[in-house]
Every structure is written in C-alpha cells, then in structure tokens.
C-alpha cells in the first residue's frame, strides 16, 4: 500500500482529527456502568441500552458506522429474544446503510429481520421478506451471503423443510470455505 486517497468516501485526513475511543468522554459520567458493584449485577438488556443511547448521541454524523453499531447491538438484542428493540435498531440501521448506500448492511439487516419475525412466531413476514431480498442476494458480494443462507436455513428448519434447509445450509458452508471462514 503506497497511498490512501479515501475512507468511506472521505479523505484520511478527516480521519486523524476523529479522537481515539480511550479520549472519548462518557455523555453521562455520574452513570458509567459499573457491572461489578451494587446490590444488583447488570443485565444483558441494562448493557445492550446504554450502547444504543450512547449511539445514538455520541456517532450523529457517521451513517455507516451507525448502521453497523446498530445492526450489531439489534444481533445482541436478538441473541437475549428481545425483538422489538432489535427490530426498531434494524429499521434506523437500514435507513442509515440506504444513506450510506451500503447494500451489504442492508442485506444483513434483511436477513437478520427476516430471522426475528420467524422467532417471534412471524413467519408469513419472514417469508415476504425472504422472498423481497431474492434479487439482493443474486447480486451480492460472497462475503454478505454466509450469514443470511444461515439465516435462511433456520427458517425453512423452523418450517420443518429439512431438505431445502440442509441446500441452503451447504452453500453457505461452501461460501464460508472459499472465504477460508470454516
């Protein structure tokens, strides 16, 4: 690497001015999560929304990474089957990747929806959504698919179609292996 003329479509020098996260100051420092003392230990759910306030106060100019974060903490919310906050964190998600034109994210968000309304008893949504991303996925980068065929699979299981999710479940395998992720 000789040069680096652009970072998300800014120029590096916009970058060396963004502090190092150690310099950043907490936006509420009487509240610093402290999971080791009180009477009660933190929640999973307790940590997951002082992520999202401080995202949604501190990164107001960054959509990329706000899409990312968010997508990342709605996973989290998801993993705890805390769905409408993970919902609600996939659609500001998709609203800033479709700014950020980040067709990845929005992929994943898709997928990431799709396998929350099927968790959540939802699955005719799931499948219209399934169904509305078939064009996206034609067209994605082999990076972006593994996840959501993983995704896919665990709808049509949930759905009791074992074969067509033991297809899908290959090809994301086969893709995982060619990305050397296995």
Sequence with gaps: ?????????????????????????????????????????????????????????????????????????????????????????????DSLARTSQSGGLVLRNSCLRAGFLSQSDRATEAHAIIDSIQPMLATAAPADLPDCLVTMAGILTDDKKADSAALIGRKAIALMEQGGDT
């Design 1 to 93: 690497l000789r040069s680096v003329d652009s970072v998300d479509g800014r120029t590096p020098d916009v970058y060396q001015q963004v502090k190092n996260f150690d310099e950043l100051s907490p936006i509420t420092p009487d509240s610093q999560i402290r999971p080791e003392t009180g009477p009660t230990p933190i929640t999973m759910r307790e940590m997951l929304d002082k992520g999202r306030q401080l995202l949604e106060k501190e990164y107001v100019g960054e959509p990329r990474f706000n899409a990312s974060i968010a997508q990342m903490l709605a996973a989290q919310y998801g993993e705890i089957g805390a769905y409408d906050p993970a919902l609600n964190l996939l659609a500001r998600s």
